[in-house]
């Protein structure tokens, strides 16, 4: 089962990468939709947070709240599915040919993604519930209090979520400069490995 989620790769080009004609292996498909999930829902809970934040503090708003917790903790969900499925199913090599330096910084890059997809709805849920809030989900099911409103873990939280949030947009910029790195520079088909495969 497993070695049918990834894709056999043949005879390397001349200068040790995969040509455009060749085959590339890539990421599973259940990898490729849980990477793009991630990355669409990571996108509209910050913009629910920025725009929270720009606006006065009103009642009206608090449903948005409610989706922003919700939409975080669905992120640790699947963050936690991810790296379990790592371990069922490893990713591809690397390209032939790919420096070492590259395929490191690739590597402690998902490390710190990973890490920080994990911190943020972690301390949301501390920073909502020491503050008396604990997230209702998709506005409708409450989530049990695993203690009481606590002033100085709410201080802790907020700290620590506000500098996972800032670490987020440093790995989202380093993780776009790379694609634009493989796809305009150097021109090889790392990113075709988290796309579906064409059809013939």
């Not at 690397?94 to 990973?114: E, V």
């Not at 972690?122 to 409450?142: D, H, K, M, Q, R």
Request: glycine residues 8%; charged residues 10%; contains cysteine.
């Amino acid at each position: 089962m497993i070695s049918n989620l990834q894709e056999a790769s043949s005879n390397d080009g001349l200068d040790g990468a995969p040509t455009a004609t060749m085959p590339v292996q890539r990421y599973g498909g259940l990898y490729q939709l849980m990477h793009w999930v991630t990355a669409v829902v990571m996108l509209v809970v910050i913009v629910l947070g920025w725009v929270m934040h720009v606006q006065p503090d009103s009642p009206a708003l608090y449903p948005l709240w409610e989706w922003h917790k919700t939409l975080g903790l669905f992120v640790l969900i699947i963050t936690a599915i991810r790296l379990v499925w790592r371990l069922i199913a490893p990713p591809p090599p690397p390209l032939p040919g790919q420096p070492a330096w590259d395929h490191r910084l690739a590597q402690c890059t998902y490390a710190l993604f990973f890490t920080a997809l994990i911190g943020m709805p972690v301390t949301g849920y501390l920073l909502s519930t020491a503050g008396g809030y604990p997230p209702t989900l998709f506005n409708l099911i409450p989530t049990p209090a695993l203690f009481g409103k606590d002033p100085k873990i709410e201080a802790v939280a907020h700290w620590l979520h506000l500098t996972s949030q800032w670490l987020i947009y440093g790995l989202i910029l380093l993780h776009l400069a790379g694609v634009v790195y493989h796809v305009a520079i150097v021109r090889d088909r790392t990113l075709d490995r988290m796309l579906p495969q064409p059809l013939d």
